[in-house]
């Protein structure tokens, strides 16, 4: 059984930074796609990036390239998301997915971002 937990979200005044962090308990962490979800109040959820299983292959929605950055650490059953130069259209409820190579994938309860002054 996979569970993920995030953790690292809070307020944040805009032109700030926030690290994201996921961890993930049970197997098969290494192997799997990780990404980074957001879903705003009245919105649907959207992802955010991506990172593969081994870290090479990385992908990031537009709105957030050169601000945002996923990495993983399979040592540590770990994926991050540091998010710099905040704006307050990034305030959303940031959800960690794993995507195991067979079979379902797995979400996060969920970290609040909130960028507000």
């Known amino acids: 059984q996979v569970q993920l937990v995030e953790s690292g979200g809070g307020l944040v005044q805009p032109g700030g930074s926030l690290r994201l962090s996921c961890a993930a308990s049970?197997?098969?962490?290494?192997?799997?796609?990780m990404g980074w979800y957001r879903q705003a109040p009245g919105k649907q959820r959207d992802v955010v990036a991506t990172i593969s299983n081994g870290g090479g292959i990385t992908y990031y929605v537009d709105s957030v390239k050169g601000r945002f950055t996923i990495s993983r650490d399979n040592a540590k059953n770990t994926v991050y998301l540091q998010m710099n130069s905040l704006k307050p259209e990034d305030t959303a409820v940031y959800y960690c997915?794993?995507?195991?190579?067979?079979?379902?994938?797995?979400w996060g309860q969920g970290t609040q971002v909130t960028v507000s002054s």
């Open positions: 049970g197997s098969g962490f290494s192997r799997a796609a």
């Open positions: 997915k794993m995507t195991p190579y067979f079979g379902a994938a797995y």
